[in-house]
């Protein structure tokens, strides 16, 4: 009973990072934007929020302004990829390894000391609840923060003028643009929510996951939430249950050991990524589905032209 | 007083002057047509009026007062809605979030749906509110595109060549609607090239050319002819026919063939049989979309199939051929993207020219004799009258009209048994696509097979000598010239005897 409650506690908060990341690419993506440079943006937010926790800020704090930094260097994507309109796929990766070269440099002076920042909460009453207790209320307020959001990334995309528009310019931009929408200004703050979303889950990996730095830390975490918006079919609440497989397979390696049950880590590692090609060959015989989810002008660079 | 009037419009392109001087009155509760040749400066002067792009010079007057029109949403909020000849609809939605999106107000899709219900029945625009675009037929997508603007209780409505994609039936129904629309007081801005439209209803028409007014006249009062010689400035050219001699020599077949759509919004090609002999000309008629793309791969080698006898050339079973294959058997392709499938954008058009002729005596010991390649292209660039800077100029440096002179003379030069071409005259100027025509006519009448896709009725009927309509993949019965009435193609365009029916509804 108690490992099964630690394998689900333990996938829930794998998951979380996961979340946040794979929602903000979601919604870049469905704006046409294909930002391949996730991982470095959460490298970066991880790097930030551990230095201000690090210096005494309060973790909030330091949440925040992960953030900031994670949205600051999807700016830089934008420039390049949205202003300049180079192409989509160098300009993340690019964003990758110079997020990766900068977190490593920026980190170099924190050591390997770990910090108590992020802890659970444990709601009163509830929390002791046999069994649903420690299931259900015993997270860092991270943790639920991720889940709450998938519903109003849902909202937000299919109940409001706001989403539709997102929606309709990662369709055609050209027709956007047409009716009087300014295709590069929202693809521009699709791409800097993305990068925000991504610095959130890489200052949750330092604040909370592993509270301490490491460089690489994030160890393809960006690239799972990547694989992980498509194997959603870019719908929100596919999210969620994708990061749960996605994060539960991480947990399960640990245990598995723990058993002497005796599969190939490497293995494992592969799941997410078998599972989206597999998602992939599924969905993409499936018309209706597609049309409806999959963002047609994705990695495509819109001209406004005259 | 005018309702909308331009005074002294003029927009400069680096290029090319493509609105020079532009003076223009649209009176309240008239259907105006702008007519105009391809490159006559008609879409320029829409996007000015409608905000897509401002004027150098010149100035606007609404309601006799001068207005700045710096965005289509200005333009929308003084009363101007603009249907573009390519539309700007969203398959992935449905029709009232279509139509929401164009609206600057709160998202309420369940009072919008009513809304639109009402419009939908006072203008006999029939469209479900609920339905998905990706499932509309051309014709609901642009009653789609027109109650979009009519929601926003417009004053001047722009229609930029709004019939060309509908079947005869279609156009007539959207002319009723055009015209209860004028008489309700909204006034109407027709952009068209087809002068029996205009003829049929505008009030009056302003024609222009080269970038300049030539004249505003009263088209009630002229004839196609008069309007052509305005809209052209010389005397409109016209093809010549000569009987068929039939030449069994060379023919393509193609004998039930069916397949299922390859890319996500393809559609199937459903058991297509017809026969192009040598010396005729046979058109693929049809509203776009019904399967012609489809077809078209499948004939000229882009797309293979398994059964080898479903497509012949000569009595040879091509299907499994890919397209060099094919093109070794005799056969010739011109499809409708000129740049990017016609030719290479970035390369010089002897590299272009080399690229389905390097089997023709151009190779010696597998490197390409460059030479005799620049010589070559140079013939065709004469024999064709292609305007560019010799055989090292840019595919995509050329103008439409050209590229397609080009590509068509390096398809001719090949001498093919068979030639496929798709919109052969798709955007260009009358001249140019006269001579394209007559071209075309010529190569059947020297024994080739010919076989047209065209959206353009008009034009199969001008110079084919059978005519098939597509619908949802299927192919009707050939019509021969001399029987073909234009009400019953508009029929079959619309599906009509077909044993499988689209979810799309159709006039």
């Known amino acids: 009973m108690d490992l099964t409650i630690a394998i689900i506690t333990g996938t829930l908060i794998g998951a979380t990072p996961l979340i946040f990341a794979a929602l903000g690419e979601l919604v870049v993506e469905r704006s046409g934007v294909l930002n391949l440079g996730i991982e470095g943006m959460m490298l970066i937010g991880a790097v930030t929020a551990f230095g201000f926790a690090f210096a005494g800020y309060p973790p909030i704090v330091a949440a925040l302004v992960a953030m900031l930094a994670g949205a600051t ?114 693809r521009y703050l699709a791409t800097l929510f993305g990068g925000a979303m991504a610095g959130l889950g890489g200052a949750y990996l330092a604040l909370a996951y592993t509270p301490l730095w490491v460089p690489n830390m994030t160890a393809g975490k960006g690239w799972i939430a990547l694989a992980l918006v498509i194997f959603s079919g870019w719908r929100p609440f596919r999210v969620m249950l994708g990061a749960w497989l996605f994060g539960g397979v991480t947990i399960l390696q640990l245990h598995a050991q723990g058993f002497g049950i005796d599969v190939p880590s490497q293995l494992l590692s592969a799941l997410p990524y078998v599972a989206t090609i597999f998602v992939l060959v599924v969905i993409s015989r499936n018309r209706i589905f597609l049309l409806k989810n999959f963002p047609m002008s994705l990695g495509k660079p819109f001209h406004p032209g005259n | 007083m005018s309702l909308l009037e331009l005074r002294g419009i003029t927009k400069r392109y680096p290029a090319v002057v493509a609105n020079d001087d532009i003076h223009l009155n649209v009176e309240a509760g008239t259907i105006h047509a702008i007519l105009g040749e391809n490159g006559a400066g008609k879409s320029t002067l829409m996007k000015i009026i409608y905000g897509a792009t401002t004027a150098d010079e010149g100035q606007i007057y609404w309601h006799g007062n001068p207005v700045r029109i710096s965005s289509p949403s200005a333009a929308r909020q003084l009363g101007i809605g603009m249907v573009y000849q390519h539309f700007s609809l969203f398959e992935s939605i449905t029709v009232a979030e279509n139509i929401a999106i164009a609206l600057d107000r709160k998202l309420d899709l369940e009072s919008l749906s009513a809304e639109i219900n009402l419009i939908s029945e006072k203008y006999n625009l029939l469209v479900e509110p609920d339905r998905l675009l990706y499932h509309l037929s051309v014709g609901e997508r642009q009653r789609v595109e027109i109650i979009r603007c009519l929601i926003q209780n417009p004053k001047l409505l722009i229609l930029d060549e709004p019939t060309s994609v509908l079947t005869p039936q279609a156009i007539q129904g959207l002319f009723v609607t055009l015209k209860q629309l004028a008489s309700e007081g909204c006034s109407i801005l027709y952009i068209s090239h087809k002068l029996e439209e205009v003829i049929q209803i505008c009030d009056s028409a302003t024609v222009l050319r080269g970038g300049k007014v030539v004249d505003t006249i009263l088209p009630s009062a002229t004839t196609t002819g008069e309007l052509a010689h305005l809209m052209i400035g010389t005397q409109p050219p016209t093809t010549q026919r000569q009987h068929v001699k039939i030449n069994s020599s060379s023919t393509l077949e193609v004998c039930q063939l069916s397949a299922a759509a390859e890319d996500h919004f393809g559609s199937d090609i459903r058991d297509v049989s017809l026969t192009v002999r040598g010396g005729e000309i046979v058109g693929i008629a049809g509203v776009s979309g019904n399967g012609q793309a489809e077809l078209f791969k499948l004939l000229s080698g882009e797309k293979i199939h398994s059964e080898p006898d479903t497509i012949r050339i000569n009595n040879v079973g091509v299907s499994r051929l890919n397209a060099n294959g094919r093109r070794h058997l005799g056969l010739a392709c011109i499809p409708e993207e000129r740049l990017g499938r016609g030719a290479a954008a970035g390369f010089s058009l ?67 048994t068979v030639l496929i071409v798709s919109q052969p005259t798709w955007g260009l100027d009358v001249a140019a696509a006269a001579f394209i025509r007559q071209t075309l006519i010529d190569l059947s009448r020297a024994g080739s097979a010919v076989l047209v896709f065209s959206e353009e009725l008009e034009e199969l009927l001008e110079i084919c000598d059978q005519i098939v309509v597509m619908y949802g993949g299927q192919m009707s019965q050939p019509v021969s010239r001399s029987d073909a009435d234009i009400e019953q193609i508009g029929l079959l365009m619309a599906g009509e005897g077909f044993s499988f029916q689209t979810t799309a509804q159709g006039y």
């Open chain 2, 350 to 416: 002897r590299d272009n020219f080399c690229l389905t002729h390097h089997g023709r005596n151009l190779l010696r010991y597998g490197f390409i004799k460059y030479k005799e390649a620049d010589r070559r292209t140079s013939q065709v660039i004469d024999r064709f009258s292609v305007l560019c800077d010799g055989p090292h100029a840019a595919a995509e440096s050329l103008s439409g009209g050209n590229l397609q002179r080009f590509i068509v003379g390096r398809e001719i030069e090949l001498n093919p």
């Open chain 1, 73 to 186: 260097a999807a700016l830089l994507f934008g420039v390049l990829a949205l202003t300049l309109m180079a192409n989509q796929y160098a300009a993340g990766l690019a964003l990758t390894l110079f997020g990766a070269g900068l977190s490593t440099f920026l980190g170099h002076g924190f050591g390997a000391a770990p910090l108590t920042a992020i802890t659970e909460v444990s709601i009163p009453f509830l929390s002791s609840i046999p069994i649903v207790g420690p299931l259900l209320f015993r997270y860092d307020p991270m943790v639920y923060i991720a889940i709450a959001l998938i519903p109003i990334i849902w909202f937000a995309l299919y109940r409001t003028k706001m989403g539709l528009v997102i929606r309709v310019i990662g369709e055609s931009p050209q027709s956007a643009h047409a009716i009087g929408y300014n295709v590069i200004l929202v």
